[in-house]
């Protein structure tokens, strides 16, 4: 994966929302980032998510809110680019400053909860159950809304995310609690080099070259903010991949524990029981049965 790129997304600084309906054989950005908040519902995809530090599955229905300058991108599977593919994807994208209503407004106590989305998001939010129907819902009302019928539809659906108990924060780090603009940029370059190098053995020396701080410095400054040492930070990301890989692929243990970075099977299924609480193949079985089940549920509730 290439380094991640500030993107122009043709967003009008003089437009408080901007929607959008895509649709095409595949979702064409690299790892990018960019100054607007951006909410994105998938309709019809399936591959991989990577947002900040997170790396998880994406597939129909994934709706996730994604924050000021925050390193993103959903890469499709493969099948999305083989020549001849009848496969589309397709998703609702809307894109907004965080000062939509302007910042007095959000100064405002009643907008309180607003803003602590919107401060969150900076990790990155996923929401799913009864909040993410809701907003898929407006979301389809909004591309045939006026802009101001939008703004108010935005402020509604961020007032769901606030009230919601099916949300997630993403990435590990606490980019969301950052306020120091040269502290946040620091925090992203260590992120970005480490999602693009995790499979193999990153040395403190080189990480801290990427922090442009000494080794030691690197250790006080990385386990004051994550609460946790690098390394440890780095067996986090491999297992998050390897538990994608457990679910999308049919592949063995071993093959999915040299895939992932480890260097053994058998230490990779000790750390992997350490950060998740099960075995590898519990982990599989268990989340496919959680899979059968929500789909139940989800075909009932339509």
Same mark, same amino acid.
């Given at each position: 994966?290439?380094?991640?790129?500030?993107?122009?997304?043709?967003?009008?600084?003089?437009?408080?929302?901007?929607?959008?309906?895509?649709?095409?054989?595949?979702?064409? $950005?690299?790892?990018?980032?960019?100054?607007?908040?951006?909410?994105?519902?998938?309709?019809?995809?399936?591959?991989?998510?990577?947002?900040?530090?997170?790396?998880?599955?994406?597939?129909?229905?994934? %709706?996730?809110?994604?924050?000021?300058?925050?390193?993103?991108?959903?890469?499709?599977?493969?099948?999305?680019?083989?020549?001849?593919?009848?496969?589309?994807?397709?998703?609702?994208?809307?894109?907004?400053?965080?000062?939509?209503?302007?910042?007095?407004?959000?100064? =405002?106590?009643?907008?309180? /909860?607003? =803003?602590?989305?919107?401060?969150?998001? $900076?990790?990155? +939010?996923?929401?799913?159950?009864? /909040?993410?129907?809701?907003?898929?819902?407006?979301?389809? #009302?909004?591309?045939?809304?006026?802009?101001?019928?939008?703004?108010?539809?935005? %402020?509604? +659906?961020?007032?769901?995310?606030?009230?919601?108990? *099916?949300?997630?924060?993403?990435?590990?780090?606490?980019?969301?609690?950052?306020?120091?603009?040269?502290?946040?940029?620091?925090?992203?370059?260590?992120?970005?080099?480490?999602?693009?190098?995790?499979?193999?053995?990153?040395? =403190?020396?080189? +990480?801290? $070259?990427?922090? $442009?701080?000494?080794?030691?410095?690197?250790?006080?400054?990385?386990?004051?903010?994550?609460?946790?040492?690098?390394?440890?930070?780095?067996?986090?990301?491999?297992?998050?991949?390897?538990?994608?890989?457990?679910?999308?692929?049919? =592949?063995?243990?071993?093959? +999915?524990?040299?895939?992932?970075?480890?260097?053994?099977?058998?230490?990779? /299924?000790?750390?992997?029981?350490?950060?998740?609480?099960? /075995?590898?193949?519990?982990?599989?079985? *268990?989340?496919?049965?959680? #899979? !059968?089940?929500?789909?139940? !549920?989800?075909?009932?509730?339509?």
């Amino acid at each position: 994966m290439p380094k991640p790129k500030f993107l122009s997304s043709g967003y009008c600084p003089d437009t408080a929302v901007a929607i959008q309906y895509f649709e095409a054989p595949h979702f064409p $950005n690299p790892l990018h980032y960019h100054k607007e908040l951006e909410l994105a519902y998938i309709i019809s995809g399936y591959g991989t998510r990577y947002i900040g530090s997170n790396i998880e599955p994406f597939k129909n229905g994934d %709706l996730v809110l994604v924050g000021e300058e925050l390193a993103h991108v959903w890469k499709c599977d493969d099948a999305f680019y083989e020549p001849g593919t009848s496969l589309l994807t397709k998703a609702i994208v809307v894109k907004f400053n965080s000062d939509l209503s302007g910042k007095d407004f959000l100064r =405002l106590q009643e907008s309180h /909860s607003i =803003l602590k989305v919107i401060n969150e998001a $900076n990790g990155g +939010i996923v929401i799913g159950g009864k /909040s993410k129907r809701l907003i898929h819902d407006i979301l389809q #009302e909004m591309l045939e809304q006026s802009p101001i019928e939008q703004i108010l539809s935005l %402020l509604q +659906i961020l007032n769901i995310i606030s009230k919601s108990k *099916t949300t997630a924060i993403l990435s590990q780090f606490d980019l969301h609690r950052s306020t120091k603009p040269k502290d946040k940029d620091r925090m992203n370059k260590i992120i970005h080099h480490t999602m693009l190098n995790f499979k193999r053995n990153i040395s =403190l020396e080189e +990480i801290a $070259n990427v922090a $442009n701080l000494s080794k030691s410095a690197f250790c006080r400054y990385f386990k004051n903010k994550v609460k946790k040492n690098y390394n440890d930070f780095i067996y986090d990301i491999r297992i998050e991949y390897a538990c994608k890989l457990l679910l999308e692929k049919d =592949l063995g243990i071993m093959q +999915i524990s040299y895939e992932s970075g480890f260097n053994s099977p058998s230490a990779f /299924s000790q750390i992997f029981k350490r950060i998740t609480g099960i /075995s590898p193949n519990q982990y599989r079985k *268990t989340k496919k049965i959680q #899979e !059968i089940s929500e789909s139940a !549920i989800e075909r009932a509730n339509v």
